[in-house]
């Protein structure tokens, strides 16, 4: 893949500088990509969430969702599970980057770490948009309402090979000194 093929998503850590990231290989630029993108579609359907429910006013209460104590909760957590993943990608990947830039490879150990902050990234960014989703109640389900289509489109994400669950069996058994296979790490 030549150098200017390597997208902006590498930017952050590397000051503009792409051609590095190509000793990271296909694996793991896919692996941040699907990240990347489950983190952007939560951040959006959280930022619509707290729009709506600013005003929003549930059938049969007497004030907005705002200032139910469940949703308030809900939000500080799924915010909070949202940013972190995002962190935890942002710092493998910087952690990584360091060792590119010195001119060497991702080891098995960064690998397993990225693959480890993605899949979690996902996951997270899943549980976010659920979480607004769900608490947006039947406001969202329409096909035109955007939280509909970031659920849909979250949803998506997550039944990609990105998205799998199982990745954490692999960096688990990787952790504890098993046999792991590293297809997709």
């Known amino acids: 893949m030549p150098a200017h093929s390597v997208t902006g998503v590498w930017a952050f850590a590397s000051g503009g500088r792409h051609a590095t990231w190509l000793g990271a290989g296909s694996g793991t630029c896919y692996q941040v990509g699907f990240a990347g993108v489950a983190c952007g579609i939560a951040r959006g359907a959280l930022d619509y969430f707290v729009d709506l429910a600013r005003n929003k006013m549930p059938r049969g209460f007497k004030s907005p969702l705002r200032d139910n104590a469940v949703i308030q909760s809900g939000l500080a957590q799924a915010e909070a599970g949202l940013r972190a993943a995002r962190g935890f990608v942002l710092q493998s990947m910087a952690d990584a980057w360091k060792e590119l830039q010195a001119g060497a490879s991702i ?60 990745h954490f069996e692999t960096v688990g058994a990787w952790m504890l000194g098993a046999e792991a296979d590293l297809t997709f790490v």
């Open 107 to 166: 080891s098995v150990d960064q690998r397993i770490t990225i693959r480890m902050a993605a899949t979690h990234a996902i996951v997270k960014a899943r549980e976010a948009v659920d979480f607004a989703y769900h608490a947006a109640g039947a406001t969202g389900i329409f096909e035109s309402h955007p939280l509909e289509r970031r659920f849909r489109d979250m949803h998506a994400v997550t039944q990609q090979l990105q998205g799998r669950m199982s």
